[in-house]
């Protein structure tokens, strides 16, 4: 039972260059989500996909972009890294967009020097 | 827009001793409610949740919480804490009609023998 999974697990890039987080789930699920977590701010919404062929705007979505590949893949890209964007990035999914539980992935930390 | 407080950064028991962790929200209805629990370096695991009905929701590991709608508050208790219970655990609050989950800053508990 795999769930959630994020690749990659760690990353380390220089400001300006670019890269792409994958995430995939085999759930089913219709809902996608990309967090940031930063300590003491708990975790923000950048992007979310409530169904297969939307995605729409969370808290922070300023210097990524997301594509919802297909129902169970959701990636978040990085066109120009900057060292803020240096945190520990979660991929989640849930059944339906508005009720149940998020499961989420393990965690992809980024650092950007 | 929904916020969440968690007023303590950080908390250390003993082991044995009861826990609470405070968790208060700004909404203007009743929101759909969570407590999650995050293992270092890992993702985050769902404990419990409150939609409507009984205002005390019984979740996993043995971990209560209660929904005080006068207070705003959504507190998670545990009468007596296992050393495994080490961890950092996040309050999210979510809108109703709502695709976002909303995360508090966090509280880092740390269990002493």
Redesign the interface.
């Known amino acids: 039972n795999a769930g959630?999974t994020q690749t990659p697990k760690f990353q380390v890039l220089k400001t300006g260059q670019s890269m792409t987080l994958q995430c995939a789930q085999d759930m089913n699920h219709n809902?996608m989500y990309w967090?940031r977590q930063d300590p003491?701010?708990?975790?923000?919404?950048i992007y979310?996909s409530?169904s297969e062929g939307t995605t729409?705007k969370?808290?922070v979505p300023n210097g990524y972009n997301v594509s919802r590949l297909n129902k169970r893949e959701f990636s978040l890209r990085l066109e120009s890294a900057a060292p803020s964007q240096t945190s520990v990035y979660?991929c989640?999914s849930r059944r339906t967009?508005?009720?149940g539980?998020?499961f989420?992935?393990?965690?992809s930390r980024l650092t950007v020097l | 827009a929904q916020s969440v407080t968690q007023p303590d950064i950080h908390i250390t028991v003993s082991e044995g001793a009861s826990l609470e962790l405070r968790c208060n929200y700004s909404y203007g209805a009743t929101p759909y409610l969570f407590w999650y629990v995050q293992s270092p370096g890992q993702g985050l695991q769902l404990l419990l949740k409150y939609f409507s009905g009984d205002t005390l929701v019984q979740g996993i590991k043995g971990f209560e919480a209660e929904f005080k709608r006068s207070q705003s508050s959504f507190n998670l208790r545990k009468p007596s804490v296992h050393w495994s219970d080490a961890a950092e655990y996040f309050c999210a609050v979510q809108a109703n009609a709502g695709n976002m989950l909303t995360f508090g800053g966090g509280t880092r508990l740390m269990v002493k023998p």
Request: aromatic fraction near 16%; charged fraction near 20%.
């Open positions: 959630v809902s967090y003491g701010m708990g975790l923000r919404l979310y409530a729409d969370g808290e979660f989640a967009p508005n009720t539980e998020l989420f992935g393990e965690g």
